[in-house]
C-alpha cells in the first residue's frame, strides 16, 4: 500500500491532482460528475481552489451530558472546492474530503462539510452556486473502517476509481 512508503503521496499533491484534472480534462469532469446527482447536467468546469478554503462554521450538535442542542463553531475547511456551470447558466458545486488510507476524521468533520456547503451557498466569493453536493474520495479500506461517519457525504469516490483516470491515486 502506497501507506507504507516513506515517500507516500501527500494529501496536499494529490488534491492538486483532482483540481488540475477538473481544469484540464473535459472526460474527468464528465466522469466524475456522473457519480453524483449532478450527472444530467450537460456541465462544465467553471472554477476550483485546491488550497483548503475555510472558515468558521456553526454547527448544532447535541449536549451529551444534557441533551440538549447547542451551536459551536468551528473552523474547518474544503479540500477541494470545484463549481460547475450547467448549459442552463446554473452553478452548482462539488466540496471534495480527500483522505489518505490511514487518515482519519476530525470531530464534526463530515457534519461540518454540508454546513459550510449551505453557508457559502450564492456566495459570490465562491461563484454564487446554487445547488451543491459532498463528496469523499478516500481509498476503500478507509471507507469501510470509518463507515459511519463516511456515510454522512453525499458521495463516496474511491481512490481505487480515479486511479483509472489519474494514476497518482493507484493504491499499491
Known sequence: MRDNNPKEISEKILDQA???AFKKSNEFVEWFLSKTNFKRERASYF???SDNPWGKVPLN???PKTGK???IKRDSETDVLVV???S???KFALHIENKLSKGHFTQYQPELYSERAKLWLGDKKYCEYTDYETV???PINFYKRNFEDAKKFDRFVSH???SILLPIFKVE
Do not use: G
Request: hydrophobic letters at 35%; proline letters at 0%.
Open 160 to 162: 481505487e476509481e480515479i
Open 69 to 71: 442542542t447547542e451551536q
Open 47 to 49: 472554477w476550483s481552489r
Open 61 to 63: 450538535i447535541k449536549n
Open 88 to 90: 442552463t447558466k446554473k
Open 84 to 86: 460547475f456551470e450547467s
Open 136 to 138: 469523499l474520495i478516500a
Open 18 to 20: 483532482i483540481d488540475e
